[in-house]
C-alpha cells in the first residue's frame, strides 16, 4: 500500500549516505597524508561535499531539535449552519505519543490556555510506553480544566493500550460513539466521535447530532472523511498521519502511512461540503521510527467555526 512512500524514503537516504560516505572518504583521505588533486574541478568537488555534508549535520541535528518548538496554526472554518455574529473555537490537539521522558507536553495546557478556546479536542494516540501514561495523564488533566474537552482513541490507544486508563478521572470526555453539544461563542456546536475499526461507527456518531446545528466529527484516521462528507458535516478533525513527521521543500511527507497516501498527510482540505483538517501531531512515531521531525512542528490548531458569510481567506483549503 505503501511502497512508492517507502521508494521515494530510500532513496532520500541513499543520497544523504552517500554524500557522508564521500566526505568522510575525502576527511580520511587527508589525513592519512594522501595529496588531494590540485585541479580547480577536484578542489570545487571536494569543497561541494563537504558542504553538504556539513549542511545534512545540521539539518540532523535540526531535526532533534524540531519536536521540542510548537507551533500554533490557525485556521477559519465557514459554516452555512452557524448563527449570525457566533464564533466557536475549538483546539485541536493530536498523536502525543508521550513516553517516560517529556518533550512539550509541560507546556501544551498553557499554549492551548492562551487561545481561550471554547472547546479542546484530542483526536487519539495517546502513549508509545506505558512509562508515558502520568505524563500524558496530567496534560490531559490540565487540558479539561480550561474547556470541555473531548477525545476518540487512535490506533496505538485501540491496539496497544485498550487495557490502559487513557482518560479516567482527567475529566475528558472519551467519544466512542457519540455526539455531544457545546454551547460557546453564540453557537450550539455538537461534537461528534467514534472509536476505529468499525466503519458505520463515524455516521452511527454524527446522527445522534441534529442536522440543523453545526457538526464536528472526531476520528484518528483520515478515513473519517468519508463518513463525515457523505453526511456532510462542517468539519472533520483527524490526526494519525504526523504530517509525514519528515518533509521536504514542494514534496511535502516523504512517508505518510496513510491509505490515501500523500492525498490528506497534513492542513485543510475541502470533500464535498465538509471541511478536513489533518492536524501534525505532536509527539513522535513510537518503535523504530526516527525520533526526529523535519520541517513538520508539533501542531496545536485553533479552528474558529464562523457564519457562511464572513468567510476569511484563511478558510481557502485544497480540494481533493
Known amino acids: 500500500?505503501?511502497?512508492?512512500?517507502?521508494?521515494?524514503?530510500?532513496?532520500?537516504?541513499?543520497?544523504?549516505?552517500?554524500?557522508?560516505?564521500?566526505?568522510?572518504?575525502?576527511?580520511?583521505?587527508?589525513?592519512?597524508?594522501?595529496?588531494?588533486?590540485?585541479?580547480?574541478?577536484?578542489?570545487?568537488?571536494?569543497?561541494?561535499?563537504?558542504?553538504?555534508?556539513?549542511?545534512?549535520?545540521?539539518?540532523?541535528?535540526?531535526?532533534?531539535?524540531?519536536?521540542?518548538?510548537?507551533?500554533?496554526?490557525?485556521?477559519?472554518?465557514?459554516?452555512?449552519?452557524?448563527?449570525?455574529?457566533?464564533?466557536?473555537?475549538?483546539?485541536?490537539?493530536?498523536?502525543?505519543?508521550?513516553?517516560?521522558?517529556?518533550?512539550?507536553?509541560?507546556?501544551?495546557?498553557?499554549?492551548?490556555?492562551?487561545?481561550?478556546?471554547?472547546?479542546?479536542?484530542?483526536?487519539?494516540?495517546?502513549?508509545?510506553?506505558?512509562?508515558?501514561?502520568?505524563?500524558?495523564?496530567?496534560?490531559?488533566?490540565?487540558?479539561?480544566?480550561?474547556?470541555?474537552?473531548?477525545?476518540?482513541r487512535g490506533n496505538w490507544d485501540v491496539l496497544r493500550w485498550k487495557d490502559a486508563d487513557l482518560f479516567g478521572g482527567t475529566g475528558v470526555t472519551v467519544l466512542d460513539k457519540g455526539a455531544v453539544p457545546v454551547r460557546a461563542g453564540g453557537a450550539e456546536v455538537w461534537i461528534a466521535g467514534a472509536r476505529l475499526f468499525a466503519e458505520w461507527l463515524p455516521a452511527a456518531a454524527l446522527e445522534q447530532a441534529p442536522r440543523h446545528a453545526p457538526r464536528v466529527l472526531l476520528y484518528h484516521l483520515p478515513q473519517g472523511i468519508k463518513a463525515a462528507a457523505a453526511d456532510g458535516a462542517d468539519l472533520c478533525l483527524v490526526g494519525h498521519v504526523h504530517g509525514g513527521q519528515v518533509r521536504?521543500?514542494?514534496?511535502?511527507?516523504?512517508?505518510?502511512?496513510?491509505?490515501?497516501?500523500?492525498?490528506?498527510?497534513?492542513?485543510?482540505y475541502r470533500v464535498k461540503d465538509t471541511w478536513l483538517y489533518v492536524n501534525r501531531g505532536i509527539g513522535l512515531q513510537g518503535d523504530a521510527a526516527p525520533r526526529v521531525r523535519f520541517l513538520c512542528r508539533p501542531e496545536i490548531t485553533i479552528l474558529d467555526l464562523v457564519p457562511e458569510e464572513l468567510v476569511l481567506p484563511s478558510a481557502a483549503g485544497r480540494a481533493p
Open 1 to 152: 500500500m505503501y511502497w512508492r512512500e517507502w521508494i521515494v524514503l530510500l532513496l532520500f537516504l541513499a543520497v544523504v549516505a552517500s554524500v557522508f560516505v564521500g566526505a568522510t572518504t575525502l576527511l580520511l583521505r587527508r589525513l592519512l597524508g594522501r595529496t588531494p588533486s590540485p585541479h580547480p574541478a577536484a578542489v570545487a568537488g571536494r569543497w561541494t561535499v563537504y558542504l553538504l555534508a556539513l549542511g545534512g549535520l545540521l539539518c540532523v541535528l535540526y531535526g532533534f531539535l524540531e519536536p521540542y518548538w510548537p507551533e500554533v496554526t490557525y485556521v477559519t472554518i465557514p459554516s452555512r449552519r452557524m448563527p449570525p455574529g457566533a464564533r466557536f473555537r475549538i483546539a485541536q490537539i493530536s498523536d502525543l505519543h508521550c513516553e517516560a521522558v517529556p518533550r512539550i507536553e509541560g507546556v501544551l495546557p498553557e499554549l492551548v490556555a492562551a487561545q481561550s478556546p471554547d472547546a479542546i479536542v484530542f483526536t487519539g494516540d495517546a502513549i508509545n510506553r506505558i512509562e508515558g501514561l502520568p505524563i500524558f495523564r496530567d496534560c490531559m488533566t490540565q487540558l479539561a480544566r480550561i474547556a470541555p474537552t473531548f477525545a476518540v
Open 248 to 268: 521536504l521543500p514542494g514534496y511535502g511527507a516523504l512517508v505518510a502511512l496513510s491509505p490515501f497516501n500523500k492525498k490528506y498527510e497534513a492542513g485543510l
